[in-house]
Each structure stands twice: as C-alpha cells, then as structure tokens.
C-alpha cells in the first residue's frame, strides 16, 4: 500500500517565479493538506482540499493556491516567489467521515528559492 | 488562535536515559493533541494522540497525558535508544477546525550511547 507521495524532492527557483508542487494521497483517502515547513520551526497549514474544493485555509496570501483532481492528488501553486517561500512543503492525506481522520504526511518537496 | 509552545532543544540524552518533553496549549473547546516524529530526511509519523481531557496516548514505550487543567500534553519515554533521536512536534487539533493541524516547533532529541 503506497503512503502519501510528493514530487519533486527538491526544487530550486528564483525570486519572481511560480513553482507546482504535487501530491498523491494514500490509497483511499479523499482529503489533502499542505502544509509549510520553514526551517527549525513547526509545520504551518496552508490549506486543505476536498471534493475538489478548498475546505479550510490558514494564513496564507493568495500567491498560494491548490487544486484537488478527481483522483483525489493536489498540487500547490506559489506565484510571484519570494526568499522566505524556501521551506520543506508538506502534504498530507485523511479520511473525510472517520471518527479520527488521521493525517498520513509525505516526505515533502524541499523548495529553495534563490 | 490555537497555539503550541514547546520546549527548546536540542535535548540530549544517554540511552536508557528518562525522557520528559514539555507541551502546553492554548485553544479554545476541547481540542484533540498529537505527538509527531519526524526522522532525518523522512515525513511527519504520527506517534500518539489523545481526544479528550485525561485520556493517555502511548506508542512504543512513549506516553503523554491529555492534561485539561494544565493545557499540557507532556511526552515521556522511561528509557531511550539511540534510534529514538529525532524531531518531536506536538499539535493540537481544535474543535471544529477539521482537520487542521497545529504545531508546535519542534524539539529536536539526540541519544548518545
């Protein structure tokens, strides 16, 4: 049983750029959320998608958006690239309807931004 | 808003050593807490959680006690391994908020032989 995927591993932009992040989520999950990861700290959410619709969303500007296919994967868009958008970006899966929807995360997608 | 203060790190520990990691929180209702391990290189593993207030989640020799009157959710070990070095987060999930997480930022933990 595949866990939560996450492509590219790693990924180096410069300022001003737009970069897609992409997530597959644990066969038979139905939710994904990204998360931001900067370095030394917590993780911090961004956003969630569900039914193809974002559900929930953190403090985040709008140069971060998502999209949420059919088959349940996601990415996430950031435009307009700054130095402090370098972070590991987290995704993680669950289970709408369980009494406990736990998240499974992937193993993230190291963005530096130059 | 819901927040997580942790203890600073890094913590350093011989093995066999007893291990505490202080978490408390703030949020409203009744909010769900979580211990997550994060090895070098690899994602956020899931170690424990508790739903409700005096409820005690443990997983491979770690425990932590849902503590409503202190808003904590300490994490203890009785004797670490070296394997057991990594990154320990504690999150909180508040009521109505699905599933959003929220973190702590992280303490780092090294065993030493």
């Known amino acids: 049983d595949a866990g939560v995927t996450q492509s590219p591993t790693h990924l180096i932009k410069t300022r001003g750029q737009q970069v897609t992040l992409r997530c597959s989520p644990k066969s038979g999950h139905d939710t994904v959320s990204w998360y931001q990861q900067a370095l030394g700290q917590g993780p911090q959410f961004i956003f969630q998608y569900y039914e193809e619709e974002e559900r929930q969303r953190g403090n985040f500007p709008d140069r971060f958006s998502g999209h949420q296919f059919p088959n349940y994967s996601s990415e996430l868009n950031v435009n307009a690239l700054l130095l402090g958008d370098s972070a590991l970006y987290l995704c993680?899966?669950?289970?709408?309807?369980?009494?406990?929807?736990?998240?499974?995360f992937g193993p993230g997608t190291r963005l530096t931004v130059l | 808003g819901d927040s997580v203060t942790q203890m600073e790190g890094p913590v350093t520990l011989s093995e066999e050593a007893f291990l505490t990691i202080n978490c408390t929180y703030t949020a409203t209702g009744y909010p769900s807490l979580f211990w997550y391990v994060q090895y070098p290189g690899e994602g956020l593993q899931l170690l424990l959680k508790a739903t409700k207030a005096d409820d005690k989640g443990s997983n491979k020799g770690f425990e932590a006690t849902y503590r409503k009157e202190t808003t904590s959710f300490h994490l203890e070990k009785g004797s670490v391994q070296v394997s057991d070095s990594a990154v320990y987060f504690c999150a909180l999930r508040g009521a109505g908020t699905a599933s959003k997480l929220t973190f702590g930022t992280g303490t780092r933990l090294q065993v030493t032989l």
């Open positions: 993680a899966s669950s289970l709408v309807g369980l009494a406990y929807n736990e998240q499974f």
